[in-house]
């Protein structure tokens, strides 16, 4: 079964560098999304992509963040500035279609560690 | 603000038991899923459930969706070890309005003993 990969599976990085996540949705899904999960916390959304465009993003999706699509399969997260409170596990997913509809659900890869020290 | 909460948060049985976790809101949701995540990996979803009141099975495991779809449970029969993991509930903010947004409970963690 066709699934979401993420690279690396686990990233350190120090306080105010810039990280990119990367991810390779399912080839034939439209939508991509960034979640995030802080150790014992909640799933949380972050953003969500189409057609090379940010579609909707969180409140937690500041100007740090930005997403890309820069090629015809990756789709990454750049962290500008990381903080420690960035560290967190973040999970890319994929639908083919709008993701709030039911014959469309979220794919989620198994995410990347981001550790800040 | 919508928010789902899940109890218990963890459940520790053996095998062969049964269980039900819940899944609760104050907000109507315009469906809800339920995933599993195992450690070190993404969520899995389960199954959505959308019209109020339906039920779904997936083998042992039986979905339900509150008549005011503000609620769900989770009924697992006769529990395995390989049931372990965290169970979460999600649903689309916004009644549904918002592409791939979705809300999430904490999670019941399972651990099923042999």
């Known amino acids: 079964e066709p699934e979401v990969t993420q690279t690396p599976s686990h990233q350190v990085t120090q306080m105010g560098q810039e990280v990119i996540l990367r991810c390779v949705p399912i080839?034939?899904?439209?939508?991509f999304y960034w979640y995030r999960q802080i150790l014992g916390q909640k799933v949380e959304f972050l953003v969500s992509f189409y057609n090379n465009e940010i579609s909707e993003k969180s409140e937690i999706f500041d100007d740090q963040f930005s997403v890309e699509r820069p090629d015809g399969s990756n789709f990454t997260l750049k962290i500008r500035s990381t903080k420690l409170e960035d560290s967190a596990m973040y999970f890319c997913?994929?639908?083919?279609?709008?993701?709030?509809?039911?014959?469309?659900?979220?794919?989620f890869g198994n995410g990347t560690r981001l550790t800040v020290t | 603000t919508q928010l789902l909460e899940q109890s218990p948060q963890f459940l520790s049985i053996q095998e062969g038991e049964n269980l039900t976790v819940y899944c609760n809101s104050s907000?109507?949701?315009?469906?809800l899923q339920w995933y599993r995540q195992e450690p070190g990996e993404g969520p899995v979803l389960l199954v959505t459930?959308?019209?109020?009141?339906e039920v779904k099975k997936l083998k042992r495991l039986t979905f339900q969706f509150g008549d005011a779809r503000k609620d769900s449970s989770l009924h697992i029969t006769a529990a395995q070890p390989g049931d372990t993991g965290l169970y979460l509930c999600?649903?689309?903010?916004?009644?549904?309005?918002?592409?791939?947004?979705?809300?999430f409970g904490k999670g019941t963690k399972l651990s099923v003993k042999p």
């Open positions: 999600a649903g689309p903010k916004n009644y549904g309005g918002s592409q791939g947004n979705l809300i």
């Open positions: 907000s109507v949701f315009s469906s």
């Open positions: 997913a994929s639908s083919p279609y709008p993701g709030h509809l039911v014959s469309s659900p979220l794919h």
């Open positions: 459930v959308v019209t109020g009141g």
């Open positions: 080839s034939n899904h439209l939508y």
